[in-house]
């Protein structure tokens, strides 16, 4: 029964699909949802620090239903776009309707797309990992694997981290740097990779040659089968999936950095590292996500398990109001600076 509560994922599909069959404000309900209700709701719902104990962790680990939640996500992501292509080319559609549609498939890419393609991407079996490739791909993020695997998790709370954001750093510039920095780093990863072993980059094993192929297939089957438009709609709305995601990125690390030693090593990693937030609407929805620190403590830790720690630094409100808060940069620094300056 535990596992059930994560099936309110399903209320993010399910406002999508009354935005592609309805016209007027109905199409930015799933706007209003995510920004909007869940918000105002974990202003009065109190943050939970409960745990599994050792022989309910043993339960929840065997029970397989968190991760068939998972898999669900690919046919959803990919019937959606197929309800979204065909939702945009309606007649007699007004401008912000359209822009509705389009923000509701961004919010897909973002939370199912990109984030159960993070969850499943760090799981140690090749199906997992090809499911988690499949929803990336449909939020043209591809390289987010490599680097995040690759780079985030070995550089976190670090300068050379992409998707560390700095103290006092914008979250408009943050966007920027962060998503072609981390582009970039994904090339650099896998060509090093590749001459680990004596192979060109220019070869099938490179993950990133074979994400961009299949990134250009998906685009080039879009435009052929449904036209200029829709190609653009979609490209619009991954735009909007990968911003969540770089917001997430922004929120999750933001000023905090690892100290180092006389020989310019980085301490190991800690729980203190990552900003958590326990408050459990947006927490659930987002499969646990809000508990980061755990996260990179054990990066195959499967989202389920994930535990509250007191040496994790908390946030003031859940995932989805703080993202809000960080378009108010002025706003955000007076809040979270604040908050560093506190921290031993």
């Known amino acids: 029964m535990k596992a059930l509560k994560y099936f309110t994922v399903l209320l993010i599909p399910f406002t999508t699909y009354i935005a592609f069959t309805n016209k007027g404000w109905l199409t930015f309900l799933p706007l209003f949802f995510v920004f909007g209700l869940i918000p105002f709701l974990e202003l009065f719902i109190k943050p939970s620090k409960n745990n599994y104990t050792t022989e309910e962790e043993k339960i929840e680990k065997a029970n397989k239903l968190y991760t068939y939640l998972l898999y669900l996500m690919l046919p959803i992501q990919f019937v959606f776009l197929i309800l979204f292509f065909s939702s945009i080319q309606q007649d007699n559609l007004a401008t912000f309707e359209i822009i509705g549609r389009v923000l509701a498939m961004g919010i897909m890419c973002g939370v199912i797309g990109i984030n159960v393609g993070h969850e499943l ?75 680990s072993v004596n192979r060109n980059w220019f070869h099938p094993q490179n993950r990133m040659l074979i994400y961009t192929i299949c990134n250009i297939l998906l685009l080039g089957s879009i435009f052929y089968f449904y036209g200029s438009f829709v190609t653009i709609g979609f490209v619009l709305a991954t735009i909007i999936g990968i911003l969540l995601l770089e917001t997430v990125n922004y929120i999750e690390h933001y000023g905090l950095l690892r100290k180092q030693n006389k020989h310019g090593r980085y301490e190991r990693v800690k729980r203190s590292h990552s900003w958590n937030s326990n408050h459990p609407v947006g927490k659930i929805l987002l499969f646990n996500l809000s508990r980061h620190s755990d996260h990179h403590y054990n990066g195959a830790k499967h989202y389920q398990l994930l535990k509250s720690v007191p040496e994790s630094p908390q946030m003031p409100t859940g995932y989805p109001g703080m993202m809000l808060l960080t378009l108010i940069p002025p706003l955000w620094f007076l809040v979270m600076n604040k908050k560093l300056q506190k921290m031993p």
């Open 121 to 195: 991407g760090h799981r140690n079996n090749r199906f997992d990992e090809l499911i988690g490739e499949s929803l990336l791909l449909s939020s043209l993020n591809t390289h987010f694997l490599p680097y995040h695997n690759g780079g985030h998790h070995f550089n976190v709370a670090t300068p050379k981290d992409a998707a560390t954001a700095r103290k006092n750093e914008w979250i408009f510039t943050f966007w920027i740097r962060s998503h072609f920095t981390s582009y970039y780093q994904a090339w650099v990863l896998e060509n090093n990779r590749m001459k």
